[in-house]
């Protein structure tokens, strides 16, 4: 079954992610754009990453859609999601089709669709275009469309967004530091993104894996802490005050201090929260999703903010952003919301706000890292996968069905079952346990005060489902 997951349809390529497949989705997409939209000309935005074939894809789509007689405006060259956003709402667009798998591992593909507003599609959405396919499926059969004269257009997405971004960040103070950042762009979009308005604004940069490697260095590409290594060893060995590095696709980060030590994503989205609030007098709504660090809980009472708490999937986030309900969210998979911004995952943004952070601060990450754990206390948090098999799946339905009050010889003060079920303790500490959105998983998180106890939760979970 072709099924949209926590950040779209993903799939092994020559399994399920194949041609005739995307052909049967993008079709699905124009029939329910049609429905919502009627037949007045439509535009639909459409890119694509660095990962093998994905051009192929993005191409294919704009056929498609072509030959619905829809506009399309094709990237002239692999994006991040957040530049394909601006775009949609640039353009007026009624919706986006961007082939990525995002951090997967390369032997994936995967297909994010936009509404018109910019933000990922929420799941009604996707549920409708879901039934789209299968009826399809059902009913038609598809051969290869040639393109239609006058109804794709190709544009550069670079100008705009490095344009978009460039009086949201204090340059100046960067400069005038005399910040130096290592950059790891992971063979992936960011690249002449990230580097170049660094670059332009005199901020001093070291670069690795600034070109396109649909292997991507034989590492899995996302910002995870074991697949930074080469980071970590550009920044000591050219004393660089900080690395950041982007996933394939540019909407999330990872950040390495002066020490060339990984900072988890969840301490870096409580200190940038921070930051926001001090610095810049940020107030209003903070939101969260159920597997991300309470630490933004501390902040939010701290400063007595209203907090939400969402599923993982930062389409949630995005909707509670457009609705100006919060000024900041974040998820544990380095993906942050901000007011006046995108409503859309921005690495970019984020990593070129720790920047700002340390410089506007004058304090190195680490210092930054301390003076934070003395205000709000240190929390230490992990997760863990297992396979997610018809025995554990039922397991886990069985136990969502009973929140049982007790978990792992904790009594839970509250009980979450938005994703998955999460047990509360006291002190902030809690585990939660969910299905992922977009691997054949099980996912297991936890967070505790010492090392000793979070690893003590997280084996009761695993035992629990051996």
């Known amino acids: 079954m072709i099924k949209f997951g926590t950040s779209g349809w993903r799939a092994i390529m020559g399994e399920e992610f ?5 052909r049967l989705v993008v079709q699905a997409i124009a029939n329910c754009l049609r429905r919502r939209y009627g037949q007045d000309e439509l535009a639909v935005i459409v890119g694509y990453d660095t990962r093998f074939l994905s051009e192929r894809f993005a191409l294919e789509a704009a056929k498609i859609l072509s030959h619905n007689r829809m506009r399309v405006f094709l990237a002239d060259r ?5 530049a394909q956003a601006l775009q949609i709402i640039k353009r007026k667009a009624k919706g986006g089709i961007n082939f990525t798998a995002s951090f997967n591992p390369p032997e994936y593909n995967g297909l994010k669709f936009n509404e018109a507003s910019g933000a990922p599609a929420m799941p009604e959405i996707t549920d409708e275009i879901e039934a789209e396919v299968t ?11 040639y393109s239609r004269p006058g109804y ?9 967004y490095l344009k978009y971004l460039q009086p949201k960040i204090n340059f100046a103070a960067m400069r005038e530091s005399g910040l130096r950042i290592g950059l790891d762009l992971l063979y992936g979009t960011s690249r002449e993104y990230i580097d170049e308005i660094l670059e332009e604004n005199g901020v001093i940069t070291e670069e690795i894996h600034g070109y396109v490697d649909p292997y991507f260095g034989g590492v899995v590409p996302s910002c995870k802490e074991e697949n930074l290594k080469e980071l970590k060893r550009l920044v000591k060995e050219k004393k660089c005050h900080l690395g950041i590095a982007t996933d394939a696709d540019g909407d999330r980060f990872g950040i390495i201090d002066e020490r060339g030590n990984f900072v988890d994503a969840n301490i870096i989205l409580s200190l940038l929260l921070d930051y926001l609030i001090r610095f810049k007098g940020w107030r209003g709504g903070v939101a969260r999703s159920v597997a991300t660090t309470h630490l933004i809980d501390r902040v939010a009472r701290q400063y007595d903010l209203p907090l ?3 599923p993982v999937g930062f389409k949630y986030l995005a909707k509670l952003l457009l609705e100006k ?10 993906s942050i919301a901000f007011q006046g911004h995108l409503p859309e995952k921005d690495g970019i ?8 952070m340390v410089a506007v601060s004058g304090k190195s990450l680490s210092q930054l890292k301390n003076d934070f754990f003395r205000t709000y206390g240190r929390k230490v948090n992990a997760h863990r996968n297992l396979s997610l098999t018809p025995e554990r799946k039922k397991k886990l339905n069985d136990l969502i069905a009973s929140r049982p009050e007790k978990f792992a010889g904790r009594q839970a003060y509250h009980i979450e079952t938005v994703d998955g079920i999460k047990w509360d303790f006291d002190n902030d500490d809690w585990i939660l346990i969910r299905p992922s959105g977009t691997e054949p998983l099980i996912r297991f998180y936890a967070e505790a005060d010492s090392i000793r106890e979070l690893e003590r939760l997280l084996k009761f979970a695993l035992d629990y489902f051996q």
């Open 18 to 22: 194949t041609f005739y497949n995307v």
């Open 78 to 82: 692999d994006a991040p999601s957040q």
């Open 135 to 145: 009826r399809l499926q059902r009913n038609q059969a598809f051969c290869p469309y």
């Open 152 to 160: 794709i257009e190709k544009i550069d997405m670079q100008i705009d």
């Open 308 to 310: 939400y708490r969402t």
């Open 325 to 334: 309900k919060i000024i900041f969210g974040g998820e544990e998979s380095a």
């Open 349 to 356: 943004y984020a990593g070129l706000l720790v920047a700002e």
